[in-house]
């Protein structure tokens, strides 16, 4: 009579499956069979990117459906490539061999032959000694598994993850340092960069959000790097991953998979080759982005609040209560000479305060047509105004005396800091002459002022990083300054030239708000009313 045989094959990595282990395992299984005429191959179970360590036996479906199997007297004999295969548990694979037995199930490895033969006390001992091992050896791959991708991660190095869109995978021709094959990098991908580069450019210049570049990017049948419809939730981490400004981001879940919090992801050191969009685009967009999140009078960055009809909507406040203006329409119907109807909308800028005090508000609806007009007129005329020959000279003037009172406030804190780490030594010094009898102060008193100085040394530490943080800025200030210079230059040319989108986003970067009542106001930002004074 035939024996009825049921084989399980199992690789722990998605690594092991791309290296064909399944395919090995089934040959080995396969050429066993042929050895054994009374034997017949009935059932082929496979486990993918299973643990053999991590998975408890009754996480591990297939092994259910073989204790099943063996409760229903459905086959005689499970089959292996090795032991460590059913798995590395010390102590539930024992346990599993002996559960199989009794059921009249044996358990058999191509490599180490029968696995729960009759056995006597020593033998059992012997099995639960083997899967110690095998476990003991499963945690020692673990580690040296960890360490070598921290270590690839600190070296910036790609350790096989998704592919981020704007890139992709080709082979760099090294061999393996343990491995029959040769490593794997990323590198741009040339058409998909360019379609990175447009979202960043879409939020910068024209103050598009995600929902926005996904209708723009489908209407434009540009395919997502699966080759469907782009989704807003995906254009959304791309605007967000620092891989575009070269830096990996690594350690992003914990242990159960649970998404870490942003401020504790980890970054690989920068990769000049992966940087797609600049460190000052890339930082732009966060600010943007960041700005919608948070109330604007919070923020340097206004919100360009999308409307077709309105070129002010997001910057436009009411003149009497300084609540914001709110897009209002209304349809109006024209009949010509000749009896032909035609209708037109009337848009318009609503203060919702002012339609239930109408004591206070003289007026609550401003005409879009009339008031954008005017106030768009009367930007470019002061826009014409600033000086743009002596900013950089102007600012790197101001920079360097600033820079230079930090530096001297630097200097001064290092001095209190060397000074305080000597009396933080005398004071241990102190606790040694008492404990040998020489000093006649008490160790409370001394552990008492050793408290203090460590909180006084925390103290001044706190102060020279933010000393350091404002040196750093200043520094930058020049960046920032041709950044601005740029944007400036022929602004009134840049301005009429734009698209609708462009003007809004234009008039945010220069604008603090507009308000509407009895008069215009004009509010201009911060660094616009410097410049304006300096050109006066």
Known sequence: MKKRVWALYRVSTDRQVTEEDIPMQRKAVHQFMQSKSNWVLEKELSELGVSGYKKSV??????????????????DILLVWKDDRLGRNKFEIPFMLEYLKKNGIEVWS???????????????????????????ESKKTSTRVTEAIKQMNEEGKWTGARVPY??????????????????KNIRINEEQSRIVKLMFLLVLEKGYGADRITNYLNECGIP??????????????????????????????????????????????????????????????????????????????????PSKYLL??????????????????????????????????????????????????????????????????VIIETMKLIELNGLEEAVNESKKLKIENELI????????????????????KLIIKIAMGESKLSEEYVEEQINNKEEELKEYQRRLDECNEKIADLENENKKTIKI??????????????????????????????????????NFNIIINELLKQSM
């Not at 080759?227 to 807003?232: P, T, Y």
């Not at 909507?313 to 109006?332: E, H, I, P």
């Not at 406030?409 to 005398?426: G, W, Y």
């Not at 986003?505 to 708000?513: P, Y």
């Open 58 to 75: 009754s996480e591990r479906d297939k092994i259910q459906l073989i204790k099943k199997g063996a409760e229903n007297k459905e086959y």
């Open 110 to 136: 191509v490599v180490d032959g029968v696995l729960n033969k009759d056995e006597r006390h020593e033998d059992s001992l012997v099995s639960f000694l083997r899967f110690w091992v095998a476990e003991g």
């Open 166 to 183: 704007g890139y992709e995978v080709y082979d760099t021709n090294q061999k393996h340092p343990k491995h029959e094959k040769t490593m």
């Open 224 to 305: 997502s790097q699966s080759g469907v419809k782009w989704r807003n939730n995906v254009v959304r981490r791309i605007l967000r991953n620092p891989i575009y400004k070269g830096e990996q981001r690594y350690g992003t879940t914990y242990s159960n998979n649970k998404l870490k919090p942003v401020e504790k992801i980890k970054l690989k050191p920068k990769r000049d080759d992966l940087v797609i969009i600049s460190d000052e685009i890339f930082d732009e967009v966060q600010n943007i982005i960041d700005s919608r999140k948070i109330q604007k009078d919070e923020s340097e960055y206004k919100v360009v609040a």
């Open 312 to 377: 002010l909507n997001g910057l436009a406040k009411c003149g009497y209560c300084g609540s914001r203006l709110f897009v209002d329409s209304s349809t109006k119907t024209k009949i010509k000479k000749n009896g032909e109807k035609s209708s037109y909308t009337y848009w318009r800028y609503i203060c919702r305060e002012g339609t239930n005090h109408r004591e206070t508000h003289p007026k609550c609806y401003f005409g879009a047509k009339k008031y954008d007009y005017e106030t768009e007129e």
């Open 409 to 428: 406030v630097r200097k001064n804190i290092i001095k209190e800091i060397d000074e305080t780490k000597k009396q933080l030594e005398a004071l241990k």
């Open 485 to 522: 210079k740029s944007e400036l230059c022929n602004w009134e040319e840049k301005y009429r030239n734009a698209d609708w989108d462009s003007k809004k986003t234009m008039l945010s970067k220069v604008l603090d708000s507009v308000e509407y009542g009895d008069v215009i106001k004009i």
